[in-house]
């Protein structure tokens, strides 16, 4: 009983990780499209990765 409860809060973590690497990709992107400039993307990486 115990152990299923763990794996199902792993598969929770992992749901929510890979969310949020869906979620940082999308910004990524919208924020290189909007600004458009490789300097911007730069700084974003570097403040934000």
Do not use: D, L, T
Request: some cysteine.
């Amino acid at each position: 009983m115990k152990e299923g409860k763990i794996e199902e809060e792993v598969r929770e973590y992992e749901r929510g990780e890979k969310m949020g690497r869906i979620v940082k990709g999308i910004i990524m992107g919208m924020m290189v499209v909007v600004m458009g400039c490789n300097s911007w993307e730069v700084e974003i990486q570097r403040r934000y990765f």
